[in-house]
């Protein structure tokens, strides 16, 4: 059974910090992309970064430079370091992993608020 549980969020203060991480487990195959999305009520979900097997990562250009995606292949596990968050980052972080990206977790919420 594919289980992707996102951890870390919660709320933090403009110009804080958090790291999300998202631990996958029952992967058959190896795992490829991942990636962390988010989304706030009414919206449609977004990529905010990915990285490859081998390292090489995208961010969307409203995140640039203040977030780092990073994993660890050998734990199945990605990480997603903010910081300089701003209200406009609140929304609920979801990962997601190639080949089974049909597969979502729960998210977990980050809220930037004063």
């Known amino acids: 059974q594919v289980r992707l549980v996102e951890s870390g969020g919660g709320l933090v203060q403009p110009g804080g910090s958090l790291r999300l991480s998202c631990a996958v487990s029952g992967v058959q195959l190896s795992i490829g992309l991942m990636a962390w999305y988010r989304q706030v009520p009414g919206k449609q979900r977004e990529l905010v970064a990915s990285?490859?097997?081998?390292?090489?990562?995208f961010y969307r250009e409203s995140v640039k430079p203040r977030f780092t995606i990073t994993r660890d292949n050998a734990k199945n596990m990605v990480h997603l370091q903010m910081n300089s968050l701003k209200p406009e980052d609140t929304a609920v972080y979801y990962c997601n992993v190639d080949p089974v990206s049909q597969y979502w977790g729960r998210g977990t919420q980050v809220t930037v608020s004063s």
């Open positions: 990285i490859t097997r081998s390292g090489s990562t």
